[in-house]
């Protein structure tokens, strides 16, 4: 075998190996494996914290490889494939690919030469079937990332470009604003019970080509969709942590549940704090969404925050995903009602009695309670009545780029 066929850095096979090998099969079953955000692992950890990762996550799969009978590869600068000539057992590759996902679930390398741990996590795609075996397997990889999920098994339906096309144009967008510096931190006061302004939330807005102000509700589902909202968090992170840095101002972040499993965005986090020196000047509000459950990937980062003298709250709580179970596990400073739940108080009686227990609850716990969208001065007196610490709300304060 030549060695141009075999990868220097892992002495794993390559590419070239992996297609030939898929000829020769009858029944070839493919796995890919990307490392994520690995471009910003060498930027940020530099090429040779970088190389010191691809040797051990090939270590991690060649014992893999070597228990399950599979033949290993690395096919590109951050991923690898895993091969074996086999019958149609769609829940196999499932059982691996849950497998492979448990072994680097929030895996920490430490690197001898690099005082910093660094924590990676993987998506996966496979393709069971041998026509352009290694193509449908990419593609599910990137239907994965698009959807921001563990793994994607192909099937036909991801052919469908039509929305793949909307998301590359969006992306374009967001990608060239970024490249532009067209990203900017609006700022919302949070006003106290006596209507003083004590902190300000940090809120994403994009400008346009034309400097037209375009808001979150039309970009930022999407940039979730096609993998740019890291990206459009970091810079928020760092411009608002830099303008509170040499004044006394108190803002609070969004982070999404999987961001604490994003070694990325989580390192990222960790070093903005430490270079502007902030962590007393900043609320982490964690947003619900389907990853909150997997609460043990979310304590360690928290508690780490916490450490560091960060407040946290938990935000939208009161709807989707919400329980108290969680809420106690990540033990919070603040609570941010949702806001369907604040702007219906004064006529819904179900909104009424879940806000009155939520405050019961959170007063308990020693826990302070924000109301979100509060937009009358009727809102704001009940709200004042029930309870509630601290206000937020076009009523009191709208967005904007200044924090005054």
């Not at 290694?134 to 469908?160: G, H, N, P, T, V």
């Not at 102000?213 to 740019?228: A, C, D, N, T």
């Not at 994003?262 to 704090?273: E, G, K």
Request: hydrophobic residues 40%.
């Amino acid at each position: 075998m030549s060695n141009l066929q075999i990868d220097a850095l892992t002495n794993l096979h390559d590419r070239v190996t992996l297609v030939q090998d898929i000829n020769a099969m009858d029944k070839p079953k493919l796995i890919i494996l990307n490392i994520d955000s690995f471009k910003d692992i060498n930027e940020y950890y530099g090429n040779e914290a970088g190389d010191y990762v691809l040797c051990e996550v090939a270590d991690i799969l060649r014992n893999l490889a070597l228990q399950e009978g599979l033949n290993l590869y690395r096919i590109g600068a951050d991923e690898f494939a895993l091969l074996e000539d086999a019958i149609l057992d769609i829940d196999r590759y499932e059982e691996l690919s849950i497998k492979i996902l448990h072994l680097f679930k929030g895996k920490i390398i430490d690197n001898p030469n690099y005082k910093d741990e660094i924590e990676i996590n993987v998506t996966l795609g496979f393709a069971l079937e041998k026509d352009h075996i290694l193509k449908k397997a990419s593609m599910a990889l990137k239907e994965a990332k698009i959807k921001q999920i563990d793994y994607q098994c192909y099937f036909k339906r991801i052919d469908d470009k039509k929305e793949y096309i909307n998301q590359i144009k969006w992306s374009k967008f967001i990608r060239s604003a970024i490249k532009d510096d067209r990203v900017i931190p609006f700022y919302q006061p949070i006003f106290n019970a006596q209507r003083k302004v004590i902190k300000y939330e940090c809120l994403a807005r994009i400008l346009d080509e034309n400097e037209e102000i375009i808001p979150p509700g039309l970009f930022m589902s999407v940039s979730k969709k096609v993998k740019r909202y890291a990206d459009i968090e970091k810079l928020l992170i760092e411009k608002s942590f830099a303008k509170i840095s040499k004044t006394s101002d108190i803002v609070s972040v969004n982070l999404l549940a999987r961001d604490m499993s994003d070694s990325n965005v989580s390192n990222f986090v960790i070093s903005m704090l430490k270079k502007y020196r902030v962590s007393k000047q900043v609320v982490f509000e964690i947003l619900e969404d389907e990853n909150i459950t997997q609460i043990e990937r979310a304590e360690n980062f928290i508690q780490r925050l916490k450490k560091m003298g960060c407040k946290i709250a938990i935000d939208d709580f009161g709807t989707g995903y919400s329980n108290f179970s969680y809420l106690m596990k990540l033990d919070p400073d603040y609570i941010k009602i949702d806001g369907s739940l604040i702007k219906n108080v004064h006529k819904d009686k179900n909104s009424y009695a879940i806000v009155s227990s939520i405050i019961a609850f959170a007063r308990e716990l020693n826990i302070k309670t924000i109301a979100e969208f509060v937009h009358s001065e009727e809102i704001f007196d009940i709200c004042l009545d029930l309870g509630i610490d601290e206000f937020q709300g076009f009523y009191l304060g709208e967005p904007s780029p200044r924090i005054k």
